[in-house]
């Protein structure tokens, strides 16, 4: 489980899911088969549907806050 909640003004948290997403050429893969990536966002910055091998499974909304579900 990796958790990512980076501040919601700036664009980490859009490119920590990208470095996240992308299958290594080489290197350690530091995500297993079976691994999930939380992701905290504000409502006004969707997260998308997917994110190279990441394929977002739900949203839980908390008022302004959205914690997004990703499995790899």
């Not at 997403?21 to 350690?28: L, S």
């Not at 905290?40 to 977002?56: D, F, M, N, Q």
Request: glycine share 8%; aromatic share 12%.
């Amino acid at each position: 489980i990796v958790f990512v909640d980076p501040p919601y003004h700036e664009e980490v948290g859009p490119k920590a899911l990208e470095l996240l997403g992308e299958v290594p050429e080489e290197g350690p893969d530091f995500l297993g088969e079976d691994a999930a990536v939380v992701y905290e966002h504000h409502k006004r910055y969707p997260a998308p549907e997917t994110v190279g091998r990441l394929k977002k499974k739900k949203d839980y909304n908390y008022g302004d806050t959205v914690v997004s579900l990703y499995l790899a």
